[in-house]
């Protein structure tokens, strides 16, 4: 499989920008579990894939205020500003974020011997492909 469309971006934001790819690594382990926690607790619910969403923007926001410094957050939102002025920063630094997470769970498990986390970290990487269905 190929990755996500919006990995790159995904990868410039997080680390040539928040500068947040050391955080991540460092908590690499507690991130990936707390992702697979929101995801298990959402599966047998209608709309899960934008349950997953909406529950994992806490966990990517903190990992956003505690990994990043204010310089690098401020150059990160105006980045956002520049190339989609009506956008809100917050949220699409946040978006670029869970799927930099996302794609590194997925990658992380896809050789693995474990069919079930396999399997899971493909439904999250789907989750964040598609847009959420609006009642």
């Not at 298990?40 to 990994?67: D, E, N, R």
């Amino acid at each position: 499989m190929r990755a996500l469309q919006e990995f790159k971006p995904a990868t410039h934001v997080v680390e040539e920008l928040l500068r947040v790819d050391r955080f991540i690594e460092e908590n690499k382990q507690i991130i990936l579990e707390r992702l697979q926690e929101n995801y298990s607790g959402v599966t047998a619910q209608k709309q899960a894939y934008a349950m997953f969403i909406t529950g994992s923007l806490p966990l990517v926001s903190g990992i956003i205020h505690v990994g990043s410094t204010a310089d690098d957050f401020a150059r990160a939102a105006a980045w956002v500003r520049d190339k989609s002025p009506k956008a809100d920063p917050i949220n699409v630094l946040c978006h670029f974020v869970l799927i930099y997470l996302v794609e590194l769970g997925w990658r992380e498990v896809l050789e693995s011997n474990e069919p079930k986390r396999r399997t899971m970290w493909t439904r999250i990487r789907k989750a964040v492909q598609e847009p959420p269905v609006l009642p």
